[in-house]
């Protein structure tokens, strides 16, 4: 599975944004997908997930209320919208995919794509 992370950029805080990744094959509601993003000196942490069928999602407790994770398993894509964004939400995005298991741990995951850079300024 090759993954293609897309809709990043610039925005003031209490903006919104809405990230894309786009996903190759035939069999992409067969992956749960998940979100991480790495912000400069930190460590990879967890965003959101959503399981094969889009029927479970999971996220970090600083994003509960603000971002919201979908699929659309016909497009290949699975999307975060990112409302009332704040500077500590500022980071580079990954998207990735698990076949066996999902979770918050970036061992969970199988693919991962190239990220997108998300900057809010304050």
């Known amino acids: 599975v090759q993954l293609q992370a897309s809709g990043g950029g610039l925005v003031q805080a209490g903006g919104s944004l809405r990230l894309s990744c786009a996903a190759s094959?035939?069999?992409?509601?067969?992956?749960?997908m998940g979100w991480f993003r790495q912000a400069p000196g930190k460590e990879r942490e967890f965003v959101a997930a959503?399981?094969?069928?889009?029927?479970?999602?999971s996220y970090v407790d600083s994003v509960k209320g603000r971002f919201t994770i979908s699929r659309d398993n016909a497009k290949n894509t699975v999307y975060l919208q990112m409302n009332s964004l704040k500077p500590e939400d500022t980071a580079v995005y990954y998207c990735?995919?698990?076949?066996?298991?999902?979770?918050?741990?970036?061992?969970?995951?199988?693919?991962w794509g190239q990220g997108t850079l998300v900057t809010v300024s304050s």
């Open positions: 990735a995919a698990s076949i066996s298991r999902w979770g918050p741990s970036v061992y969970d995951y199988d693919y």
């Open positions: 959503i399981s094969g069928n889009g029927g479970t999602t």
């Open positions: 094959g035939r069999t992409f509601s067969r992956y749960a």
